[in-house]
């Protein structure tokens, strides 16, 4: 379990984090969300023991990170800034990252064969892609099968099958029972793997639920389509309400379906299509930020 709990920070003029509270609980993938300077990466160095907060905390399995008995054996991070020697091939780094932790060298070799990079094992690191660098600081966070994962932007640098495989890995770690926080500004791909999400906006809490919640909870607009579009769009407007065209012909309306559906049969009007639009995460994220992006 990860816990935050009123955590302050300011550098200098910069009040980067702000009474920021929430729990990362084991078993769940959960998505940190906010736009480019809201806090993110203060929160996740606070977790890690890597920022000394002014007021409040962070713990991980109920203590401070640099409290923590053997703690490459309990938490695994990887940072967007983490920095591998470019000289050394990718098993020699895990080897040696391995030895430092008293963890035995047979795990190195399991780890290459996880991320995928067995092949790649003997080349020296400066000659990795971004997303083979991933992969490696992933397999280094993983070195000591750790209950705890925190992972800023894994996604980054991989290509469409390689997010597949990462979505697919990190849900297996979860059904294990670990916890794990992953920041990341690609939202689609959030939507498709965190179980809650946790939205921070000018270093501030300002949403913590389960996906399911936030996007149930999302205003999403109901798509109409029949044949006879002009009419019903006239009839929404009469009514005062708030009607659209899509690319493709269907209307979107900004009532209900059973307002829309109500209102055709009072007027004849035959539907091929009476469905509410889902809202999507990065439709939600805009909402709740006032439009400000994660890039």
Same mark, same amino acid.
């Given at each position: 379990?990860?816990?935050?709990?009123?955590?302050?920070?300011?550098?200098?003029?910069?009040?980067?984090?702000?009474?920021?509270?929430?729990?990362?609980?084991?078993?769940?993938?959960?998505?940190?969300?906010?736009?480019?300077?809201?806090?993110?990466?203060?929160?996740?160095?606070?977790?890690?023991?890597?920022?000394?907060?002014?007021?409040?905390?962070?713990?991980?399995?109920?203590?401070?990170?640099?409290?923590?008995?053997? @703690?490459?054996?309990?938490?695994?991070?990887?940072?967007?800034?983490?920095?591998?020697?470019?000289?050394?091939?990718?098993?020699?780094?895990?080897?040696?990252?391995?030895?430092?932790?008293?963890?035995?060298?047979?795990?190195?070799?399991?780890?290459l064969a996880l991320?995928?990079?067995?092949?790649?094992?003997?080349?020296?690191?400066?000659?990795?892609?971004?997303?083979?660098?991933?992969?490696?600081?992933?397999?280094?966070?993983?070195?000591?099968? @750790?209950?705890?994962?925190?992972?800023?932007?894994?996604?980054?640098?991989?290509? @469409?099958?390689?997010?597949?495989?990462?979505?697919?890995l990190l849900r297996?770690?979860?059904?294990?029972g670990r916890t794990?926080?992953?920041?990341?500004?690609?939202?689609?791909?959030?939507?498709?793997?965190?179980?809650?999400?946790?939205?921070?906006?000018?270093?501030?809490?300002?949403?913590?639920?389960?996906?399911?919640?936030?996007?149930?909870?999302?205003?999403?607009?109901?798509?109409?389509?029949?044949?006879?579009?002009?009419?019903?769009?006239?009839?929404?407007?009469?009514?005062?309400?708030?009607?659209?065209?899509?690319?493709?012909?269907?209307?979107?309306?900004?009532?209900?379906?059973?307002?829309?559906?109500?209102?055709?049969?009072?007027?004849?009007?035959?539907?091929?299509?009476?469905?509410?639009?889902?809202?999507?995460?990065?439709?939600?994220?805009?909402?709740?930020?006032?439009?400000?992006?994660?890039?």
């Amino acid at each position: 379990m990860i816990e935050v709990e009123g955590l302050s920070k300011r550098f200098g003029m910069t009040q980067a984090v702000t009474g920021l509270s929430f729990r990362v609980e084991p078993g769940t993938i959960t998505g940190f969300l906010g736009p480019n300077g809201a806090g993110k990466s203060t929160t996740l160095r606070s977790v890690l023991g890597l920022v000394h907060p002014d007021a409040g905390r962070a713990t991980v399995l109920g203590v401070p990170y640099r409290e923590l008995d053997r @703690p490459l054996h309990r938490v695994g991070a990887v940072l967007e800034a983490s920095e591998v020697h470019p000289g050394r091939s990718g098993r020699n780094h895990l080897r040696v990252q391995a030895a430092a932790a008293g963890i035995r060298a047979s795990r190195v070799d399991e780890l290459l064969a996880l991320v995928e990079l067995t092949a790649a094992a003997r080349r020296r690191v400066k000659g990795y892609s971004l997303g083979m660098r991933q992969r490696l600081g992933l397999a280094t966070a993983l070195l000591g099968d @750790p209950e705890v994962l925190v992972l800023d932007e894994p996604a980054n640098g991989l290509d @469409p099958a390689g997010i597949r495989w990462l979505r697919d890995l990190l849900r297996s770690l979860a059904a294990e029972g670990r916890t794990i926080l992953v920041s990341s500004h690609v939202l689609s791909e959030v939507a498709q793997t965190a179980d809650r999400v946790v939205i921070i906006h000018r270093g501030r809490l300002i949403q913590q639920a389960a996906m399911a919640e936030v996007l149930a909870g999302a205003s999403g607009a109901t798509r109409v389509r029949t044949p006879d579009a002009e009419r019903m769009r006239a009839l929404l407007a009469a009514a005062g309400i708030s009607v659209s065209t899509t690319d493709d012909g269907a209307l979107l309306v900004g009532a209900p379906p059973e307002r829309a559906g109500e209102l055709a049969a009072a007027n004849g009007i035959v539907l091929h299509e009476l469905s509410v639009e889902q809202a999507t995460l990065e439709e939600v994220f805009l909402e709740l930020t006032g439009g400000e992006t994660t890039q």
